[in-house]
């Protein structure tokens, strides 16, 4: 499976990569990885390419077109991104923009135009309202929107090994709330 993982520096892209990092091997399964981050420390766009599969990889890179699910943590960067989708591409994206692009000119119809033509299979989620709502930061939507791809079972990992990978990245003080972020993922 194909994951590209995207968003802007902050956001916490790269600590998403590390649970997930943790849940395949949890299960035995092969991995790579590669981060791609400009200015990230300012707000600049990061992706990661995530690939798991039951034999080596050897590339961790992901081809044009190639991507199985897209998991966006905001609107705009989803759109940056497109080219990595075809038909059967699954967009999880948060429903929200990044406080760095006060995009008044973009909207979630703008995106679908943009993510239409290439994915049929688009989930515009509230993981940052409802995070904002029930744990009072929106710093967990990464977290929810995961919990939503291993509930539906769009991404091949089980609900135990994600919660094992979570405690594993997280200190004990944050853990607790990105489990709660994380089975939230069930209600999105």
Same mark, same amino acid.
């Given at each position: 499976?194909?994951? @590209?993982? %995207?968003?802007? $520096?902050?956001?916490?892209?790269?600590?998403?990569?590390?649970?997930?990092?943790?849940?395949?091997?949890?299960? $035995?399964?092969?991995?790579?990885? #590669?981060?791609?981050?400009?200015?990230?420390?300012?707000?600049?766009?990061?992706?990661?390419?995530?690939?798991?599969?039951?034999?080596?990889?050897?590339?961790?890179?992901?081809?044009? $077109?190639?991507?199985?699910?897209?998991?966006?943590?905001?609107?705009? &960067?989803?759109?940056?991104?497109?080219?990595?989708?075809?038909?059967? %591409?699954?967009?999880?994206?948060?429903? #929200?923009?990044?406080?760095?692009?006060?995009?008044?000119?973009?909207?979630?119809?703008?995106?679908?135009?943009?993510?239409?033509?290439?994915?049929?299979?688009?989930?515009?989620?509230?993981?940052?309202?409802?995070?904002?709502?029930?744990?009072?930061?929106?710093?967990?939507?990464?977290?929810?929107?995961?919990?939503?791809?291993?509930? &539906?079972?769009?991404?091949?990992?089980?609900?135990?090994?994600?919660?094992?990978?979570?405690?594993?990245?997280?200190?004990?003080?944050?853990?607790?709330?990105?489990?709660?972020?994380? @089975?939230? $993922?069930? %209600?999105?």
């Amino acid at each position: 499976m194909n994951i @590209l993982l %995207t968003g802007i $520096g902050g956001q916490g892209i790269i600590t998403l990569k590390k649970v997930l990092s943790y849940a395949v091997l949890k299960e $035995g399964k092969f991995f790579r990885s #590669s981060e791609l981050h400009g200015l990230s420390q300012k707000g600049g766009e990061v992706l990661v390419h995530f690939r798991i599969a039951d034999q080596e990889i050897f590339s961790p890179l992901i081809e044009k $077109g190639g991507a199985d699910l897209i998991i966006s943590l905001d609107l705009h &960067q989803a759109s940056r991104v497109v080219d990595f989708a075809s038909k059967k %591409t699954i967009f999880i994206v948060d429903n #929200s923009f990044s406080p760095f692009f006060q995009l008044k000119k973009f909207s979630q119809s703008d995106f679908l135009k943009i993510a239409s033509p290439f994915s049929k299979k688009i989930f515009i989620l509230e993981a940052s309202k409802i995070c904002q709502e029930k744990l009072d930061s929106d710093v967990y939507k990464g977290t929810a929107l995961l919990g939503f791809a291993c509930f &539906q079972k769009i991404i091949p990992l089980k609900e135990k090994s994600m919660t094992w990978a979570l405690k594993k990245v997280f200190p004990a003080d944050l853990f607790q709330k990105n489990k709660k972020a994380f @089975l939230l $993922g069930k %209600t999105l």
